[in-house]
């Protein structure tokens, strides 16, 4: 279990919106950017939003900009991912890591879509 714990998915329709929170603990958070990740059954895991560690910058994939949202409040040791217009192709285990040299992985929160 790495320090970040993912928290806030579910069950939604389609068009529907979900905000996911991911909690750090025994890091010092505020010096990390953040990404969140993605997998879904079958597929490799892939980054779809991160944030730099004073919150200056963010990415996004393709597949997800205009409708998601990346944020963090540093003195909750929390960064958030908003999620609107949710699509079916949304479906996946969403997870929170650094971009690059990751920790090692939470569990992960499940984000289920319907169509």
């Known amino acids: 279990q790495g320090p970040f714990v993912e928290s806030g998915g579910g069950l939604v329709q389609a068009g529907g919106s979900l905000k996911l929170s991911c909690t750090a603990s025994g890091i010092t958070f505020d010096l990390y950017a953040v990404g969140w990740y993605r997998q879904a059954p079958g597929k490799q895991r892939e980054l779809v939003a991160s944030i730099s560690s004073s919150s200056r910058s963010s990415s996004y994939g393709d597949s997800v900009k205009g409708r998601f949202t990346i944020y963090r409040d540093n003195a909750k040791n929390t960064v958030y991912l908003q999620m609107n217009s949710l699509k079916p192709e949304d479906t996946a285990v969403y997870y929170c890591?650094?971009?690059?040299?990751?920790?090692?992985w939470g569990q992960g929160t499940q984000v289920t879509v319907s169509s």
């Open positions: 890591n650094r971009p690059v040299h990751t920790f090692d």
